[in-house]
Structures are given as structure tokens and as C-alpha cells.
């Protein structure tokens, strides 16, 4: 096999008889290095953008979510909190009431999903750091309770006063038992709560949710020690799945437990769909390209015809004359990916670190510049659908021409 390297290498860079040989090698091996570059860098932007997503959803969704399942409250029992209390992979538990409602201000109005949390909800999810305007997430002090509501909220209610007894914001919810009143009114539970902040995450949360204490719900919807769900975070650097998965099997079929990852099934499901797509066009143009390489390594093979017999004269075997050409086609793949790893990944950092594309967006974006990530697993698998096909365009011209002189040979 060293042989067939020496030939192989010898055979790609000496000057061809032919110009167009040249030509024909060069334009192969540019196309399969434009097409690991691209590779690299469409899976880059991929990544980027499936990382803040992600980073986004998490800032929003706990870690586990438990529910009810029949009924769309229950209260948890002293049983179920005692067992999340001391389960060694729990690091904080929530309660959470959730209900639809109608926000009235300075006579606007808005329908929104009021989410009343309790106090360690913070410590839950990573809402704190989403927060556009407002110091903190901050929900109740010694004197008021209080709103963080999102941005598309704020802009269609067009809140101006944070944190202003005389500006408060109603809360209109439907009464429990309701439907027998003949006034419309009379079938709504209302009440006022001040605005703390604003937050921004993504689009579907800012135009939908506002948060509250838990209390302020409870009071409206008449409930005691109701929950809709539990929200739990995890201990750092534990296993998501099996730990919902335990936590399921504990607390038995009364209950829906759902990681972050099944809280947003369709989301996901997207992205790996999208993600399969991106890798079935990309190799398909990487096919194309080989079938020049198909054509460069042919032409190279009727121009070392003379070689090969002599080869063959010397004794080669069939076998070696093959490995020639197979080494002739891998190398080219080798040289080529290479150059177009290095290619991809001085053009992926200067975008991280330099910003070269920024997002032309007309609204607020969270990230000025398209987002970019790189991920070992795509350069090996970028490696091996190359290399593969380096191999199969190779074999062909590889085969062709040690039996096509081997039998000129015997003739």
C-alpha cells in the first residue's frame, strides 16, 4: 500500500502531458473542498441558530413538568412533595396555576395566559435573565404584588408606567360555576395587580404569557392549594431522560411527567427533520461532484497506460495497479477535505469573533449576527461521506484499468 501511495501522489501533482488533465483534477478537487466547506458551514448556522433556540426554550420551560392526568388541577399531596424533596437529582420545585384571562389597561385590552408561580419559580426556570425591563423578576414585596408580562404584551397594551399604584393592570378570569348570570360582567372574576417588568424570549411566550403569584391566581380562580403542574429543576449535569423517567415510574400513572425535551416534541422533531434534510441535499451534491473525479481519474488512467504496462511487465499484480488509482482518488479526497475543514472553520470563527454577516431583521432580534457553532460530530461525519465517496469514484477507474491492461497483457 505504500507503493501505491508513492505512485498515487507522484501520479496527482506531476505535470500531465494533457493541460486539460490538469484542469479537469483541479476543477474536481475545488468542487469537493467548496462542498465540505459548505458543508460545515450550513451545519455551522444550523447549529447556531438550534442552539439559541434551545437556549431561548430553556430559559422558559423547566426541566420536568408534572400534571395531572385526568383533571386540569390537583393538589400535591404531602407524599409527592416529600418524594421531590428528597430525591438526590431535584434541586428545586415549583407550583405553578395556569389559566387563560383577559388584561385590561387604560381601557386596552389583551387576552393573555396568566401564569401564577410561587416564589421559587426563579430558581427554576431562567426567566431572570430575559428580563427587558425590570431590575429583577420580582412578583411580590411587603406591599404589592406584581406582573411580569411579555414584550408583545407590553406593545399591545401599551403599558408606560412600571411599578405605578395609580397605572395598575386588570385581570379579568372567568368565574368558576359560571354561565347562570344574565350580565356578561357578572360571569368574570376581576382583579388589579401593578406591572414589575417586561420580559423577551421568543415570540410565542411575549405575546402570550404574563406572571404573577401564585396567590393572585388562586384568589381568582377560588382555589386553595390547587396546582396546575409542578415545575422542577434538576441537579447540574443529570441525566434528563432517566431521571423523568424514575420520577414516572415513582408517582404512577395519576400523573404526566414530561422532560423539556417532551414539552416541545414538535420543536425538536423539526429541527432533526430539517437537520436530515440539510445533510440528504448536501451529500446528493457531493455525488454530483464526484463524477468529476470519476472523469479526472479515467483520464488519468489512459495517459498512464504506458506506466501500468510497464508495471504489469515488472511483475505488479492486478491488485497493485488497482490500489494505484484507489490511492490516486483517496488522496485527492483527503487534500481536498482538509483544505476545506480549514477553509470552514477559519470562516466559522471569524463570524464568532468578528461578526461578519450580521441578521437584517426589521424588528429587535435577539443576536445581531447570525448565530454559529461548531460541532466535532459534523466534521466526522462530513469526513466519512466524503472519503466514502472519494472511495466508490475511485473504484471504478481503478478497476477498469487494471483489468483493461491485464488483459492487453495477455493479448
Keep these: ?53 434551545t437556549k431561548l426554550y430553556d430559559s422558559f420551560y423547566p426541566d420536568i413538568r408534572i400534571e395531572a392526568t385526568e ?18 437529582d431535584v434541586r428545586e420545585v415549583a407550583e405553578v396555576v395556569e389559566e387563560n384571562g383577559l388584561l385590561v389597561y387604560d381601557g386596552r385590552q389583551q387576552p393573555a395566559t396568566i401564569k401564577g408561580v410561587n416564589t421559587a419559580f426563579v430558581d427554576v426556570t431562567g426567566l431572570d435573565t430575559s428580563m427587558a425591563y425590570g431590575d429583577t423578576f420580582l412578583l411580590e414585596d411587603d406591599t404589592y404584588q406584581y406582573a411580569v408580562i411579555g414584550s408583545g404584551i407590553d406593545q399591545a397594551l401599551q403599558v ?3 411599578k405605578d399604584p395609580l397605572h395598575s ?11 347562570r348570570s344574565l350580565i356578561p360582567l357578572n360571569e368574570f372574576e376581576r382583579d388589579e395587580i401593578l406591572v414589575w417588568g417586561v420580559f423577551v424570549i421568543q415570540d410565542d411566550f411575549d405575546n402570550q404569557y404574563i406572571f404573577t403569584p401564585i396567590d393572585f391566581v388562586r384568589n381568582l380562580l377560588d382555589y386553595e392549594e390547587e396546582v396546575t403542574a409542578l415545575e ?11 431521571t423523568t423517567q424514575e420520577i414516572a415510574r415513582a408517582l404512577g400513572p395519576a400523573y404526566q411527567v414530561k422532560s423539556r425535551y417532551q414539552q416541545n416534541a414538535l420543536l425538536y422533531q423539526v429541527m432533526n427533520a430539517e437537520r436530515l434534510v440539510v445533510y440528504l441535499i448536501l451529500t446528493f451534491v457531493l455525488v ?15 495517459e498512464k497506460k504506458r506506466d501500468i504496462s510497464v508495471l504489469k511487465a515488472m511483475g505488479a499484480t492486478t491488485r497493485q495497479v488497482r490500489q494505484i488509482f484507489l490511492a490516486e482518488g483517496v488522496l485527492q479526497s483527503v487534500i481536498s477535505l482538509i483544505i476545506g475543514f480549514v477553509l470552514a472553520t477559519a470562516l466559522v470563527l471569524a463570524q464568532q469573533y468578528l461578526g461578519l454577516i450580521p441578521i437584517q431583521s426589521s424588528g429587535t432580534f435577539v443576536v445581531q449576527y447570525y448565530p454559529v457553532a461548531l460541532n466535532p460530530w459534523d466534521y466526522l461525519f462530513v469526513a466519512l461521506i466524503v472519503l466514502a465517496l472519494g ?3 475511485s473504484w471504478f477507474p481503478a478497476v477498469r484499468a487494471a483489468r483493461q491492461y491485464a488483459l492487453q497483457d495477455l493479448s
Excluded at 506531476?14 to 473542498?33: D, E, F, P
Design 1 to 53: 500500500m505504500r507503493l501505491a501511495l508513492q505512485f498515487a501522489r507522484r501520479y496527482l501533482f506531476s505535470r500531465k502531458s494533457t493541460n486539460a488533465i490538469n484542469v479537469i483534477t483541479a476543477v474536481s478537487m475545488l468542487g469537493i473542498t467548496v462542498c465540505t466547506a459548505a458543508f460545515i458551514l450550513i451545519l455551522s448556522v444550523f447549529n447556531g441558530f438550534e442552539g439559541l433556540v
Design 71 to 88: 383533571g386540569k388541577v390537583f393538589v400535591p399531596d404531602d407524599s409527592l412533595q416529600q418524594y421531590l424533596a428528597q430525591h438526590p
Design 160 to 162: 408606560g408606567q412600571l
Design 169 to 179: 393592570l386588570s385581570v379579568f378570569m372567568p368565574r368558576r360555576g359560571g354561565g
Design 232 to 242: 422542577v429543576a434538576l441537579q447540574p449535569n443529570r441525566p434528563l431522560a432517566r
Design 288 to 302: 454530483i461532484v464526484a463524477f468529476n473525479m470519476i472523469g479526472s481519474l479515467s483520464m488519468i488512467v489512459i
Design 391 to 393: 472511495f466508490a469514484a
